[in-house]
């Protein structure tokens, strides 16, 4: 159940802000394929598993992550 539903137009954000105890539901159109994550942009919540992916079935990623980069090196 949302506690405050949106009403009127359609709202097109891609950031929300959720605070404790808040629960929404998201509607999203799934055109565009590929590997996505919705995450936390406080990294130590993101850390701690405020996170989650969504991927299309059958999609293949092209990318090879470089063990040696020194690039996206995660936190």
Request: contains cysteine; hydrophobic residues 35%; charged residues 25%.
């Amino acid at each position: 159940m949302v506690d405050n539903p949106v009403k009127g137009a359609v709202l097109t954000k891609d950031t929300l802000l959720v605070r404790p105890g808040e629960k929404y539901v998201v509607a999203f159109k799934a055109d565009n394929t590929g590997r996505w994550v919705q995450h936390c942009h406080e990294l130590h919540h993101a850390a701690g598993g405020m996170m989650q992916a969504i991927e299309y079935t059958d999609f293949k990623a092209n990318y090879i992550p470089d063990p040696n980069s020194k690039f996206n090196k995660p936190e």
